[in-house]
Every structure is written in C-alpha cells, then in structure tokens.
C-alpha cells in the first residue's frame, strides 16, 4: 500500500440533507492539501455525472465558497438515485466507469450517501478489484434517516432531529395560543425507520413534546391510534401526535394509502414516494371524533434548515469526509466511515471503517426496546442516544437578512 | 390629563406571531418601572380572560423569564378571538367589565393584536368614555398578515417573512438536488392580504426565489395559473410557485374549495379557515400537466419560528410595548401604536399614534403597483419595503440543544 498518485472524485446520492455539503466540504478542502492528489473532481448528480463524463474541477472554485459548503443544505454538486445494475448481468456501465476512471486517471473515488449509495460504491468497489484498476473506494455515510448499518448515526440525522425537536416545541406553544380544544398531527419523514419522528420526542426534554408518538417499526392499527388519541384528548384536551410517514398496517399497506394520496410516486428504487398521510390521519380523527384536528407536515424543511443545523452534525459530516480522504490516501479502500461512540459520561464519538460489503443495502430501524410498551412513545433510551445529536447551533452567514450559501462555479473538467 | 394611578392590564388577541410575547415584555417591564402603575396584570386569553376575572399577577414573575419573553413565540398568555357585542345592542359585557376594572381599579388597558383586536379596543375605549370611567386604552399592533391600517407595518410581519424566505432559499436548493423536472407549490399564508406571500420573493434577492407568486388581491384565474405554470415549467423545468391560501376566483370562491378542503373551519369572526391549497394546486397541475408536482405548505412554522425571528421585529415590537406604556402614562388614551418609516436611505422607524376608531376592522392589502402587472410577481417597491423588516438574527437562547423559552408561574391576581 504504497503511494497512488491520481485524481479523486466525489459523489453526492440520494435524498439532501443539512450537512451532505459539509461532507464535501471536508472531502475537498482535504483532498486539496494531499500531493498524491493530483486533481480533485465532484461528480454532477453522483454516479450519473460521471457516466455522463461531466464534473466539476474543484480546484477552481473560490476558497471562501468552499468553506461556506459546510453551512449550505442540499446537495451543492447534484444528487441522484440511480441504480446500477448488477455487474454479473451487465457490464455496460462498469465499462464505461472504468474507461472514464482510466481516462482522467481517477485513483480515488468518494460516494456521500445512504443505504442505496453504499450499494453503488460496493459494486464499483468491487468492479474494480475484479478487473485489477486500483482505485480507493470510500463511503461516506449521510442520511437524514439516521437508518445505516454499522455506524452510530448517520452525519444529516442530528440537523433534521434539532429542527423537528424544535419546531415541535414552537408548535407546541402556538397551537396552545388558544383556549380550545384541537388535536395536531405532524407528519414526518422515515419510510421504514422511525428515527426522525422518535426526534419529536427530543422536545419532550424542555416540556414540550407529543403527547403520541407512532413509528414505523410497530403496525399501525387505525383502530387503536383513534382510541389512543381519543383517551388522551379527553383528559389534556390539546394535544400532539407524531407520526411517521411511513407507518403501515399489519398488512404492510400504507396507512397514507387509506386515504386521498396526493404526492404518491414511487423513485428509481421502486421506493413509494410519501406524503399527504397527515391530512390522511387529520380527515380521519375529524370524522371519528368531530374534533378540531390540524395536519402539519414538516415536508422538504426538516432535511433542508440549514438555518437550524446541530453544530456536533455539521463538524462530524465534515471530518467523516476529512477521514475519508486521509484513509484513503493511507492506503484503506472498500470501506464505509463510521462513528463508534466512545463510552464514557461525556459523548464523544470516534471514526471508525466498516465493510462497504456488509453496509450496502441494510436498513438499521429503531430498536423495539427504545419504543415504549404501548408503541405509542419512545424510552429514555433513546433520549440519551439522540440528545449528543443535537448540540450546538449552525447556521450560515446571514447577509442582508438572509442566508448566503456557498455559490460554486462549477468548471467542467476536461482531459 | 395629570397622573392617574392605578393597575394596568395586557390581554394578547388573534393568531399567534414569533413576536407577540416580545411586545408583552415590553408592556410589563415597562409598567413595572412605573411609579404611578399600582399592579401589573396579564389576561389569561385576552377580553375573555378579563370577563372571566382570570389574569396573572406579573410582579411574580422571575425578571429572567419576563426577560426570556422577548425570544419565546405564540402567545404566552393565551391569546382569544372574541368578538364583543355592539354596546348600543347588549352592553352586558362591558357592565361586567367596567366591574372588574373598578374592582381592580384598573387605569391601564393595553391590547395587542390585528384588526379585529382593536376593534374589541376600540369599544372597550369608547365605552369606558361614555361612561365616565377614566381609564387610558392603548392598542398594540401584531399580525403577521401586516394588514393593519395606519401603520407601516406589523409586529410579527418581519419575523414570519424572515421564516418565509430563508425556507424558500432552502427549499430552493433542496429541490434542485437531483436532475429532474418538478414543480413546487408553496402554500403561504395570508386570508385577504399577499403581505406574507410576497415575502417569497425576498429569497430571490440571493437568487433563490419563486417563479410565480400570487397574492389573493388579485382575482385568481386556474386557466390562466395553469397556463402560466406550464410556460415557466417548460423553460426552467424546476420551479417554484408561491401561492397565497386565500387566492379566490372571480366570483369570491376560496380556490382550495376546488378540491379536497380538509381543514375548513369557521372561527368567532365568521373567517374561514384555510389549509389544503397547495395540495388542491398540486393535484390540479399533476392532472393537467402529468408533472412530478410537490405541494409545501409552511402551515404554523411560519408564524411560530422564534429560531428564525428577525431581530429588528423583536426590537420593534418590544420598543411598540414600550411605548404603549410611556403614551398611557403621559395621558394619552384611545390609541394605537403605530410605526412611520423615516425618510432617507436608511431604514428608520419612528412610532407615531393613530386613533383607534380608524384602525378597527380596516384591512391593509399589498398596493396593486406592488404587484407585477401580469399579476404573478411583485415588483422592487416591494423587496424595497420589506427587506429592512427582515434585518438581523433572533433566537432564543438554546439550553442542551433545544430553545429554552420563557416559563410563566401564572399567579393568578386576586382581590
């Protein structure tokens, strides 16, 4: 494993998140200092861009703007959901891979992303090995799902939580304004996982939690949501109830499917596009009980607020793409960075690797023992694993009473 | 117009804002401070709260909280929407109140609210006039609608356009992640006013906003939203588009009426209660248009996100709360605080008195030269008006990651 001299290229896949831009910040700036790294290139819409032969010269852009990716949501170079094709049945895209790798002298390859993208830089991983290209691999993690195998959490997770913990506790005051009675549902994001919305229970902390709190991991039985809700309106008569927006029932159905489903789609991955369930839960609870029921879906905010960003998450997703570039260049490849929480009172987390292979595809969920017995509310448990999560507060620059995001220029790489 | 001695009271009214506890901050430390103020009460949800003899004793509480007021959203405590009856019909209400007020020997009347609020204010001063009881009536301005007469703008306004174009910034990015086409509707709030709406167009001037913006004063055409749509769509492929919830035809009809209208009410005021629009619009264009369409409603984070307020709103509705006090004290009575820009390049905002009986019921709508003449967007006079209201970050002080906002012992005052 001695030195590999080439150029390195980055990818940005799957759903945005607060911090996936501060990833790349530190894959970037990182990359930029190592002399073995001879070029550094970010790939336009992940893996797509570089089949299509188009990324970006990142040695180009202005450092100022570099440094402002770490406080910029969304993916700055462009995402994607694409997938690739297994290696055994078709080639066509690895080859193409390869002759672009080959072309450009690409030595390092980084792909940002979740269960999906580890998926894709397994295969390519593992492509390249079988054909003898040598190329270091590295994943690095990033899901507002919070739902990858083999780490303690996932950098893009503590934002979203510190934004649904809040804007929790800032529901909780405003649907209290009034002396009436109202029950308010908010829909948040997690298909199959239920660590966003357990997040809501963060708010719990300073006092203003909800009151129910319904995750995916347990079956969704409408029958007893209504009475659940109902037993505890009658005595607090304003409450809120949390609910995953991938809750099912026993049968695996959809429970947004049980009513008017608007934003229904489903993406690349055959993965059903959600939303709407709060107005689906909303229209229900009114007609079962004739209560005054609101729905508030967090939607797109809550993965995007950079506004209200944890400071630990921006710092830990820039020095997960930091590590990546260093181990790479130390010679590590085929791996994912992961965050091991070093025991102790205090929280500190150390990085450590973990197999691409053993990633891809696996779905972490939230452990029954962190839902309460009902499977309407969470435990302690969880409340001492998240809460690290969200420590301190980022947010970017504001410039005249507004946000200034990184602005890249985005100099197409040529050979 | 000598010193008058007595007991002030503060009842807050109408929806919640980021800033409406800020003004109350400014009325009780400022009340505290006066010797010729006997007792500090807070209503417990406004007129209702005084009808009810149930208000707090604000001496009680600790001076921190009262201090932590200024960052803490919603209506701390309770806010109403009641409408008093005509007194020259049934003046049973008013006997009652002059009763308490004599119990309590209150001198002091501060309301703090929007339109209807003050025309509550409004009798309450005109009665207490007619029969003899000397007792100074001040009106506070809040809304986050800005549709108040007489003033400049509204305590709350800033703040809720803050929120409004720093999450569109965010939701910009976000959905320009990946490589596709899409439309988003963004569902803003605002009944007869695009005041809120407008504020979408702040984004844009970091280069991150709308397409098309409408405001409800102007009558809303579906063929012509479609056509307009589509023409922008096939141009860009992303888009974003700002639509006001209370949008109506040409005959008056509510546009989310059009479809599925899972959140109608109807409040004390007889005002419809809106919600559902962008989801209406969405499932329209995704008919008409078979795009991948995504409707975002900002719902009640746009009124409650204290983590995102703008400081110069929180100044100014603690300096309006402050003034009240200082005007009543001085003699002045039957007023509402109320803001004048000053002139010159820089933004400066002088407090001015208006009457009472001017300011009650009557609606402020964004001018029609504001608006674009395709009525689809606002014009610079607006971004020129608005962007000093958004000047300045304000937010809570955070405590183990979450706001940490002011907690009211609620002494309830007796005699």
């Given at each position: 494993?001695?030195?590999?001299?080439?150029?390195?290229?980055?990818?940005?896949?799957?759903?945005?998140?607060?911090?996936?831009?501060?990833?790349?910040?530190?894959?970037?700036?990182?990359?930029?200092?190592?002399?073995?790294?001879?070029?550094?290139?970010?790939?336009?819409?992940?893996?797509?861009?570089?089949?299509?032969?188009?990324?970006?010269?990142?040695?180009?852009?202005?450092?100022?703007?570099?440094?402002?990716?770490?406080?910029?949501?969304?993916?700055?170079?462009?995402?994607?959901?694409?997938?690739?094709?297994?290696?055994?049945?078709?080639?066509?895209?690895?080859?193409?891979?390869?002759?672009?790798?080959?072309?450009?002298?690409?030595?390092?390859?980084?792909?940002?992303?979740?269960?999906?993208?580890?998926?894709?830089?397994n295969?390519?991983?593992?492509?390249?090995?079988?054909?003898?290209?040598?190329?270091?691999?590295?994943?690095?993690?990033?899901?507002?799902?919070?739902?990858?195998?083999?780490?303690?959490?996932?950098?893009?997770?503590?934002?979203?939580?510190?934004?649904?913990?809040?804007?929790?506790?800032?529901?909780?005051?405003?649907?209290?304004?009034?002396?009436?009675?109202?029950?308010?549902?908010?829909?948040?994001?997690?298909?199959?996982?239920?660590?966003?919305?357990?997040?809501?229970?963060?708010?719990?902390?300073?006092g203003?939690?909800?009151?129910?709190?319904?995750?995916?991991?347990?079956?969704?039985?409408?029958?007893?949501?209504?009475?659940?809700?109902?037993?505890?309106?009658?005595?607090?008569?304003?409450?809120?109830?949390?609910?995953?927006?991938?809750?099912?029932?026993?049968?695996?159905?959809?429970?947004?499917?049980?009513g008017?489903?608007?934003?229904?789609?489903?993406?690349?991955?055959?993965?059903?596009?959600?939303?709407?369930?709060?107005?689906?839960?909303?229209?229900?609870?009114?007609?079962?009980?004739?209560?005054?029921?609101?729905?508030?879906?967090?939607?797109?905010?809550?993965?995007?607020?950079?506004?209200?960003?944890?400071?630990?998450?921006?710092?830990?997703?820039?020095?997960?793409?930091?590590?990546?570039?260093q181990?790479?260049?130390?010679?590590?490849?085929?791996?994912?960075?992961?965050?091991?929480?070093?025991?102790?009172?205090?929280?500190?987390?150390?990085?450590?690797?973990?197999?691409?292979?053993?990633?891809?595809?696996?779905?972490?969920?939230?452990?029954?023992?962190?839902?309460?017995?009902?499977?309407?509310?969470?435990?302690?448990?969880?409340?001492?694993?998240?809460?690290?999560?969200?420590q301190?507060?980022?947010?970017?620059?504001?410039e005249n009473?507004?946000?200034r995001?990184?602005?890249?220029?985005?100099?197409?790489?040529?050979?």
């Open positions: 494993m001695g030195e590999l001299k080439g150029a390195c290229i980055l990818g940005q896949s799957g759903g945005p998140t607060a911090v996936i831009n501060a990833t790349a910040a530190g894959v970037i700036q990182e990359a930029l200092k190592q002399d073995c790294i001879t070029a550094v290139y970010g790939a336009a819409h992940g893996i797509q861009g570089i089949l299509n032969e188009k990324f970006y010269d990142m040695s180009k852009e202005d450092p100022y703007e570099l440094e402002l990716l770490k406080t910029t949501p969304s993916s700055l170079l462009g995402s994607v959901r694409y997938k690739l094709k297994d290696p055994d049945e078709d080639d066509t895209e690895y080859k193409k891979l390869l002759e672009i790798f080959k072309k450009y002298n690409i030595r390092y390859f980084f792909y940002n992303g979740g269960n999906d993208s580890m998926d894709t830089c295969k390519i991983s593992k492509y390249m090995q079988k054909v003898g290209y040598e190329c270091r691999v590295m994943g690095v993690p990033k899901t507002i799902d919070n739902d990858l195998w083999g780490t303690d959490h996932c950098p893009g997770y503590g934002s979203a939580a510190k934004y649904i913990a809040t804007s929790t506790m800032e529901i909780y005051l405003d649907v209290r304004a009034y002396d009436t009675k109202m029950i308010t549902v908010l829909e948040i994001m997690g298909r199959n996982a239920g660590w966003l919305t357990a997040a809501s229970a963060l708010a719990g902390v300073q203003y939690g909800p009151d129910l709190i319904y995750l995916p991991e347990i079956p969704f039985d409408i029958d007893k949501f209504i009475d659940e809700v109902m037993s505890v309106y009658e005595k607090k008569k304003n409450i809120i109830v949390a609910v995953s927006e991938g809750v099912r029932d026993k049968d695996g159905k959809y429970i947004f499917e049980y008017p489903a608007l934003h229904k789609h489903t993406d690349a991955f055959g993965h059903v596009q959600l939303g709407g369930l709060a107005a689906t839960l909303a229209g229900i609870l009114k007609e079962k009980t004739g209560a005054k029921v609101r729905g508030i879906e967090f939607s797109l905010l809550q993965r995007c607020a950079a506004h209200i960003a944890s400071l630990t998450d921006v710092n830990e997703a820039y020095l997960a793409g930091q590590a990546a570039v181990y790479a260049v130390q010679g590590i490849t085929d791996k994912m960075i992961a965050f091991e929480r070093a025991e102790g009172p205090e929280y500190k987390c150390n990085i450590k690797l973990v197999n691409l292979t053993d990633v891809a595809n696996v779905e972490k969920k939230v452990p029954r023992e962190w839902i309460n017995k009902d499977g309407n509310g969470v435990t302690e448990e969880f409340i001492k694993y998240a809460m690290p999560l969200i301190g507060e980022s947010r970017p620059p504001f009473g507004l946000p995001f990184a602005r890249l220029k985005k100099v197409l790489a040529t050979k």
